[in-house]
Nanobody, 119 residues
């Protein structure tokens, strides 16, 4: 089993920046790809970015050029650097992890951290 704990959310003005962290514990050696998702009030959860164990990254079009995903494998930590934040970025942000044996989907989820961007 793997436990994921997010931190770093908060209230920020539009145009500001935040850095989210996700610390993994437990059987971390079983993890390959990690990702960030978000869910705004009244909306479905949406994928934001992903990073493989080899640090290959992908981003949703809505955050490309503003957000940067990274990870430190030796610290079992993943980050999401968010710049030029917009009110529409307001959501609960979740980190997720996929086991090496899984072909798709995500096997582990954190509890989420709230990001609120004021206009």
């Amino acid at each position: 089993q793997v436990q994921l704990v997010e931190s770093g959310g908060g209230l920020v003005q539009a145009g500001g920046s935040l850095r989210l962290s996700c610390v993994a514990s437990g059987s971390t050696g079983s993890i390959d790809t990690m990702a960030w998702f978000r869910q705004a009030p009244g909306k479905q959860r949406e994928w934001v970015a992903r990073i493989t164990i080899g640090s290959y990254t992908n981003y949703a079009d809505s955050v490309k050029g503003r957000f940067t995903i990274s990870r430190e494998n030796d610290r079992n930590t993943m980050y999401l650097h968010m710049n030029s934040l917009k009110p529409e970025d307001t959501a609960v942000y979740y980190c997720a992890a996929r086991r090496k044996i899984s072909r798709d989907g995500y096997d582990y989820w954190g509890q989420g951290t709230q990001v609120t961007v004021s206009s």
